[in-house]
């Protein structure tokens, strides 16, 4: 059987879309926290995910308000985030499906060695933040709507206080350039621990609060819901989040450490 120009256009035309088609089954995009993303734990777990199942992952980094509106605009697959009211409130508006408990870390109070404002050891973080406020000493807030952003806003109202004195700045940035600007100015912020203990060798700058309960950081990992996008990876989504909660991930994120420190505690379920 002979094949004219047309029947060799089409068979190309064919085999390109279905080049297309199965390299995006195989790409699972994935909006996550830029704290996830700074600390290095993506890095070290989507190389053996890929190993064990064959799909890339994308990586789209930003705050959490972002990466919620991301999944809610069905421009990813699913979402590894850390704030527990935003994220109920995307599952409770259709957005979001099977939201699982992945891993937990904790916030800590971080400023410089000289502590202007006098808040070293204190276990009451709202107390700390009336001194550093009271003291109008630089705090520098990622002011991102990112679940950091979002834990900072809710520990002001805590301490009866507005985040609006001389010295805070609310920059727009990231969780490492926030620390980065918080050690050029030597201020105050509010970090994930799993990003301090990333970028602790490269600042000038201690934890001075850590231990409230308040602080405690939880990680849920949510995926997008078909019924409201049905285009979207959902099989691969689905194949990713089970692989983060099984027993092998499970104990990979536990053995993540930087500088000899575990960054995450492993807590699916």
Do not use: C
């Not at 035309?13 to 994935?30: G, Q, W």
């Not at 421009?75 to 935003?86: E, G, K, S, Y």
């Amino acid at each position: 059987m002979k094949f004219n120009k047309n029947h060799k256009l089409f068979a190309l035309i064919t085999l390109l879309t279905f080049s297309v088609t199965a390299n995006a089954a195989e790409l699972i995009r994935l909006a996550t926290t830029t704290s996830t993303y700074h600390s290095g734990l993506l890095d070290y777990l989507l190389p053996e995910f890929k190993k064990d199942t064959g799909y890339e992952v994308q990586i789209l980094a930003a705050g959490t308000g972002k990466a919620l509106k991301m999944g809610e605009n069905g421009d990813v697959d699913l979402v590894m985030t850390h704030a527990p009211n935003a994220e109920a409130r995307f599952v409770g508006n259709g957005f979001g499906v099977l939201p699982r408990g992945l891993m937990y870390n904790d916030f800590v109070l971080v400023g410089p060695k000289t502590d202007p404002a006098n808040v070293k050891e204190n276990n009451d973080v709202a107390e700390a933040l009336k001194k550093v406020a009271a003291a109008n000493a630089d705090f520098i807030s990622r002011g991102d709507d990112s679940g950091t952003n979002k834990k900072e806003l809710l520990l002001w109202e805590a301490a009866g206080q507005r985040p609006e004195f001389g010295a805070y700045k609310a920059v727009g940035q990231g969780m490492g350039p926030t620390l980065t600007m918080a050690n050029e100015m030597q201020g105050y912020t509010l970090t994930d621990r799993g990003t301090w203990l990333a970028y602790q060798s490269k600042l000038d700058l201690e934890v001075l609060v850590e231990g409230d309960k308040r602080l405690f950081n939880p990680y849920q990992v949510i995926l997008i819901n078909p019924g409201r996008y049905p285009d979207m990876n959902y099989e691969g989504a689905k194949v990713f989040s089970d692989w983060l909660i099984n027993p092998k991930a499970q104990a990979m994120i536990n053995d993540f450490k930087v500088n000899g420190q575990q960054l995450f505690v492993a807590d699916a379920g």
